[in-house]
């Protein structure tokens, strides 16, 4: 028997293992998060002539089709990038009161970093420096020991959800409805440690750093540094997290710290958090500037090229709902009545009223609306339809918030990004 034919047997059986349900994800999961590049000729089962030039961070695209095993412990989610890692969650799965780890959106700007992945959070320490008066250097149990400790449920929801809608269309990650969650975090105040600190008069904005890793893997260029008006950050919702849903926080999502800014796009809850800088002025930090998470500061024609001193940071989020039941496409019989809920949530706070039509918008129904579990949670609402006769339909959902601002039909204020679409959410059903 020659050592080329045990070779290719050999090989045959890994091809066969990486490609069968049994065993491959485990194999890919090892892979993904143990093993160097050497490990990848061996599960595809052949040669990988070039392997050596694969870059840190990139995954393969023979491995990087099934999401579940780029992020372990996730279910059901829409792989859109892998470098950085993003993926949205079907509106369906997002049913739950209380978004759990495995329903909930990843959106990375760099990579993971190894204490994260290890969940080693000895020695980590949180700065807090700047314009003010004492600065603080604290450590994990430092924060769960010297301030009070708090548990909300609160909103996370990505700048660009929605941007796949845009026309023309915006560059980045094409988000459709599911870049939002809503987990339980367990943390302290921001407010609270700002005040130990002594913030200055003089403060203005805070700039957020964290201890991920640059795709280019250079560890002296910050990854993303984004910040808050002080009078945001001094508002009594915004938390430094140390726990999601009762368990430390998973390394997809900041571990061990990360800050949750409710109201604001989610590029402002900075993960991996180590330092919070207090300055004299807006943040001038990585992605801050220019298009990043920014908007015209005026409305602009689709597809007009805006100048970078005509765009303003984006902040607070618009209203906003999502029909979770039923699964858009479900069959229904004519003439009965079909219960429909979801989710609705505003950057401001609570929401007033959640509408539902089935006429494509000429008759509205106002649906049962939950109160908040705490301010910036998101609120359940439910209704009941009852399509008339055999045919195809949809269901719109129109969120108003506490001001009269309802969700629009279409897409609005089209800027170069897709930042801040929240269209009113519609699913299909079939009447037989």
Not at 126 to 132: F, K, M, P, R
Request: charged letters at 20%.
């Amino acid at each position: 028997m020659s050592g080329m034919d045990e070779d290719a047997r050999t090989g045959s059986r890994i091809r066969n293992r990486v490609e069968s349900n049994e065993g491959a994800r485990e194999d890919r999961r090892d892979f993904l998060r143990y093993t160097g590049l050497t490990a990848f000729g061996a599960l595809v089962g052949m040669t990988v002539p070039f392997e050596r030039n694969l870059p840190s961070g990139f995954v393969p695209v023979a491995l990087a089709q099934d999401a579940e095993q780029l992020m372990p412990g996730k279910q059901g989610l829409k792989l859109l990038n892998d470098r950085p890692l993003n993926a949205e969650t079907p509106a369906h799965l997002l049913d739950d009161e209380i978004t759990p780890y495995e329903r909930l959106f990843v959106r990375a700007n760099g990579l993971v970093p190894q204490s994260a992945l290890d969940q080693d959070a000895e020695g980590w320490t949180l700065t807090i420096d700047g314009e003010v008066k004492n600065p603080l250097e604290l450590s994990i149990d430092d924060l769960k020991s010297q301030f009070e400790n708090v548990t909300s449920r609160l909103v996370i929801e990505c700048g660009g959800n929605g941007r796949a809608f845009f026309q023309p269309g915006a560059s980045g990650n094409q988000w459709t409805v599911g870049a939002v969650g809503c987990p339980e975090w367990t943390g302290v105040r921001l407010a609270d440690v700002l005040k130990k600190a002594g913030v200055k008069d003089s403060a203005v904005y805070t700039g957020h750093y964290g201890k991920d890793v640059h795709l280019s893997g250079n560890p002296e260029e910050d990854v993303i540094s984004r910040g808050v008006p002080i009078e945001k950050a001094l508002e009594p919702d915004a938390i430094i997290a140390w726990a999601m849903n009762g368990e430390p926080i998973p390394a997809l999502h900041g571990f061990p710290l990360r800050l949750i800014i409710p109201g604001y796009p989610a590029s402002a809850s900075h993960k991996f958090l180590t330092r919070i800088w207090v300055r004299d002025r807006e943040h001038d930090g990585a992605k801050m500037t220019g298009y990043s998470y920014r908007m015209p500061a005026r409305p602009v024609a689709p597809g007009t090229e805006v100048p970078e001193s005509e765009m303003v940071v984006m902040t607070t989020m618009p209203v906003k709902s999502l029909i979770t039941f039923p699964e858009t496409g479900s069959s229904v019989s004519a003439g009965q009545s079909t219960e429909v809920r979801g989710h609705a949530w505003d950057g401001k706070g609570d929401v007033a009223s959640v509408h539902v039509s089935i006429d494509f918008g000429q008759t509205w129904t106002e649906a049962e609306l939950e109160p908040p579990a705490n301010k910036f949670a998101w609120q359940r609402w439910r209704t009941h339809v009852t399509l008339p006769e055999s045919g195809y339909y949809e269901v719109w959902a129109r969120a108003t918030n506490s001001e009269g601002v309802s969700q629009p039909p279409v897409v609005p204020g089209w800027n170069p990004r897709g930042y801040g679409n929240n269209m009113q959410h519609r699913i299909a059903m079939i009447a037989t």
